[in-house]
């Protein structure tokens, strides 16, 4: 009764009737049915409102129109905390000085979205995990804050300060009000992101975002291919025929193995640990298909209205995956914990990565990990995962650094540390989100106790014994290696690792 009471508070009641027939909460169905509505009017942007054919002021003045009105059939009223969250930034953005405008700007916006984050697990249900309006403040407050430091880097720190990817990602001037709720509430991204840089959208809304060109891998133009814009025609076709695979499993498989069972007395009592350890795995395997479902729905979003070009592979084929939210295959297959991180949630990684983890001057990982459990909300299963999270990269990055150099010596014992690593680091993932999934303290605890918190302190003691070197030396190594490289490429090198220097395609070479 309470979740159909919230509902009715925060959306349109039309789809009421398809919610009780298909035993679904409203809001879920009303997210649904937005985010399709927008995938039909994404065809129609790119068709009818192409840079060809109209100017960005029309394109921008669209796109926020059709953003505002989706947040308001699917939040109703509280949509406006929105335009609350951006109208204060925009102006510490205009009144505020450049030395100090990103850093107000992160307070603000992150202050703001933990206030209504508050609010919302104290006036609804505690625990009441679906859409809800913080949903996509999350991903404006991922925008805001990037823009303020993008806009600094842009205007207030000279060239040789910044880095490469901060360069490339700066902002020249100072965007106008219209520009700046275009890129926070567009149609495409109102709902579910995924964040992007604001040189990227504006390329896009602008009609530059197109390259059609293939760069080889030293960088030099390869012209053999013609210079047409590229169809994201059959990557939609695939997204969203992964979006009804996801789907599916999710509908038919999550009800079959909640994750509340691994913490039931019963379960715990009659069931070998090492089925507890399966199980575990399995229920935490079906909770993931709605992320895909929902991430890859997005994308296909972007891509029908044009966003999201990123070059072309060696082949000629277009790449479609420069906001890109997951890979799903690697996310399954990861040996490490670091590659499982890297392909989820890639776009917020992103942001953590430019916003905390490059600029922190102290404990960067600790500060990273922190600041994704604020921003992600205040249920204590988020600040859980996330300090369990720090413990296990630490530990994994000791065990990589120390254990991998002996299983490099064959083709043989790669295959077998592949084997190892992908199990270790399934069980880890599965055991570090447990309170994620949970949200209360109680419960995860409780979890944690029936594993005697065995993993935790296996990592202490990785951590104690195995020396690993300091961030500097690592950082130096790395740019040897990519030094040693530039040479030229294997055929099969997988371009995932250049994910983090995404910006405008002008810039790219792929």
Known sequence: ??????????????????????????????????????????????????????????RHVVATLLGFYLALFCFGWYALHFLVQSGLTYSIMMFAGLEHMHKLCFIVALGYLSFCQVTRVYVFDYGMYSADFTGPMMVITQKITSLAFEIHDGLARKEEQ????????????????????????????????????????????????????????????????????????????????????????????SKLCPVERSIDNKFMASTPFILQVLYLYLSMLATRPKYYFIWTLSDAINNAAGFGFNGYNKDGTPRWDLISNLRILDIEFATSFKMFLDNWNIQTALWLKRVCYERCPINPTAATFLLSAMWHGVYPGYYLTFLTGISMTMAARALRHNIRPYFLCSTTHRSIYDVITWAGTQIAICYTVVPFVLLAVGPSLKFYRSWYYCIHIACLVLVLALPVKPRHLRIKEEQQQQNSLQGGLPEDHNSHSITDNNCNQKHKAT
Not at 4 to 27: F, K, R, W
Not at 193 to 215: K, V, W
Request: net charge neutral; with cysteine.
């Open 1 to 58: 009764m309470a979740t159909e009471t919230t509902s009715s508070c925060t959306g349109s009641n039309l789809l009421q009737p398809i919610s009780e027939i298909i035993n679904l909460p409203l809001d879920q169905v009303n997210f649904v049915v937005c985010q399709l509505f927008a995938l039909l009017t994404a065809f129609w942007f790119r068709l009818y409102l192409h840079p060809s054919k109209t100017s960005p002021f029309i």
């Open 162 to 253: 910044l880095t490469p990817s901060q360069r490339c990602l700066a902002v020249r001037r100072m965007p106008n009000l219209l520009e700046y709720l275009s890129y926070n509430c567009n149609f495409m991204g109102i709902l579910a992101g995924p964040t992007c840089s604001y040189n990227d959208y504006m390329a896009f809304i602008e009609g530059t975002a197109y390259q059609p060109r293939h760069l080889e891998a030293n960088g030099r133009e390869n012209g053999k291919y013609k210079h047409t814009e590229p169809s994201p025609k059959n990557d939609i076709i695939s997204k969203l025929c992964t979006c009804a695979i996801s789907l599916a499993i999710f509908l038919s498989v």
